[in-house]
């Protein structure tokens, strides 16, 4: 072992149900380090870490902090040897308030041993004041949106002294400022000696703040690289085994297409106001904004999950109020939420239940009964055009890894056939060349004629993606840009 290893994992062996998920991977972090672990979804990224974390138990292999040998059984011994986690599901109490979830288990007394909410309030402020982001300490988190729950997992884990970090997804929820500015914490921690495991599906992320990139392709170790001197594309080769296939020539686009949806003076109180935009038939919109901005709850008024004050949602000429989302599931409208775990999947149904929900009456007889034989075999066909990483289509949809979960979801409204095609943050935790298959099925989709809509804070993939973006500012909408006419830049001036 090299001196200044603080942590070595050696030969790690783990396996689901007689499914081996880590085939002896080694894995080894060294003081003040950033060390990048990266892999497909399901190639075992989120399972090593929770071995280290006690969530899991390994069936073999060894670990080892500081040169000597540990036994991590439950998450307590990990929290003991100065490891913190930030997972990329979420670990909240929605019934307590930002600061109560930030210092839970560590709240502030008072002399008399009571529970101190002012200066618990107080050290929350502090620490939200130190990242720049518009948070309320007293907040309840039940009230607040996936990406601001996030943000709390962030700061509950600098809340620790730890002197090793393990960052599962911990920008997946961010925008762009505050990405930058969790960058410069993670600069500022390792200047204080702190080690961190910083597991990201964001390469651009991982080139930038990471000293060395560890890869995991199917459960074994497939190459440890120095990130200053790779490329993206070599991460991608070693991640899939293969580069990704770009479309590199542009749609034919008919720019007087007919309206599908179309938001007439749109407003809701402290959300969003006097929203005015149409989204043609065929085309692929993008709607971006920083946190705050209000993209996820106009997604949510569109679909009727969530009131608004005034205003007109018009589909196909018809004037739609009060309507409910079995409204517009009805009349071909599809809807991926942010929050795939509270709204995505149903975790303990099959990937086979899952993937079909939205098709049953097309499956069943007259009586209702589902024909078992055709939902397993739609359900391969789907998991396999949406490479779903699993064992069967029987497998539970909880026990997928985040990645594979959302391609689960994503497969059950593209198997609707909508018309219309509603998506907050789709790619959130899915991997590379997944994001690359994702948007090119919502390409193919557009070509056929469903107007696409994705709301979406990684302005990367809008450009690369959308025939138009419509940047939103504290709840307004700034300016409507075609594409391929603008750049990162200039979106970020527009919505910052």
Do not use: W
């Amino acid at each position: 072992m090299e001196n200044d290893n603080i942590l070595e994992m050696r030969n790690i062996y783990k396996s689901f149900s007689g499914n081996p998920v880590l085939k002896g991977v080694d894995f080894s972090l060294r003081r003040g380090e950033v060390h990048a672990l990266i892999g497909a979804n399901g190639a075992g990224k989120s399972t090593l870490v929770k071995i280290l974390n006690g969530i899991h138990h390994a069936d073999s292999g060894e670990i080892f902090l500081e040169g000597s040998p540990v036994e991590i059984r439950e998450s307590s011994d990990a929290e003991r040897h100065n490891i913190s986690f930030v997972h990329q599901e979420l670990n909240i109490c929605p019934d307590l308030s930002v600061a109560e979830n930030i210092f839970i288990g560590r709240l502030s007394r008072t002399p008399l041993g009571l529970y101190d909410a002012a200066a618990t309030t107080k050290k929350a402020k502090e620490l939200i004041d130190l990242i720049q982001v518009d948070l309320n300490p007293r907040a309840k988190v039940r009230d607040l949106r996936a990406a601001e729950n996030q943000i709390i997992e962030i700061l509950k884990a600098l809340t620790m002294n730890a002197k090793i970090l393990v960052l599962d997804e911990p920008t997946s929820s961010l925008n762009e400022h505050e990405k930058n500015v969790f960058f410069e914490i993670v600069e500022k921690l390792k200047s204080r000696g702190v080690s961190m495991i910083f597991i990201s599906h964001f390469l651009e992320d991982i080139l930038q703040i990471s000293d060395r990139v560890t890869v995991i392709k199917d459960g074994v170790n497939n190459g440890v690289f120095q990130a200053r001197e790779i490329t993206k594309e070599t991460l991608i080769t070693a991640m899939m085994g293969r580069s990704i296939a770009e479309r590199t020539a542009g749609r034919d686009l008919d720019r007087n297409a007919e309206i599908a949806l179309e938001l007439v003076g749109l407003s809701s109180h402290n959300k969003f106001q006097n929203i005015n935009i149409s989204f043609q038939k065929g085309h692929i919109t993008g709607v971006c904004g920083l946190l705050g901005a209000g993209k996820t709850e106009i997604a949510r008024a569109i679909f009727g999950l969530d009131p608004y004050d005034s205003g007109v949602v018009r589909m196909f000429g018809e004037d739609l109020r009060g309507i409910a989302p079995e409204d517009m599931m009805a009349r071909g409208v599809a809807f991926v939420s942010e929050d795939r775990k509270k709204e995505g999947f149903v975790p303990l149904l099959s990937i086979r239940e899952n993937e079909t929900l939205s098709i049953l009456p097309s499956m069943s007889s007259r009586l209702g009964v589902v024909n078992r034989k055709a939902q397993r075999e739609f359900s391969r066909t789907l998991s396999e055009r949406m490479t779903v990483k699993c064992s069967s289509p029987e497998q539970e949809v909880v026990s997928l890894s985040g990645g594979n979960q959302q391609k689960v979801i994503i497969g059950r409204c593209v198997a609707s056939k909508p018309r219309i095609f509603i998506l907050d943050e789709p790619t959130r935790g899915v991997d590379v060349f997944a994001k690359s298959e994702i948007y090119n099925i919502l390409i193919d989709m557009a070509e056929k004629g469903v107007s696409i809509i994705i709301f979406s804070s990684e302005l990367e993939e809008l450009l690369a993606v959308c025939d138009d973006i419509i940047a939103l500012k504290s709840g307004e909408v700034v300016e409507r840009v075609v594409a391929a006419e603008t750049d990162k830049n200039t979106l970020m001036h527009l919505i910052s």
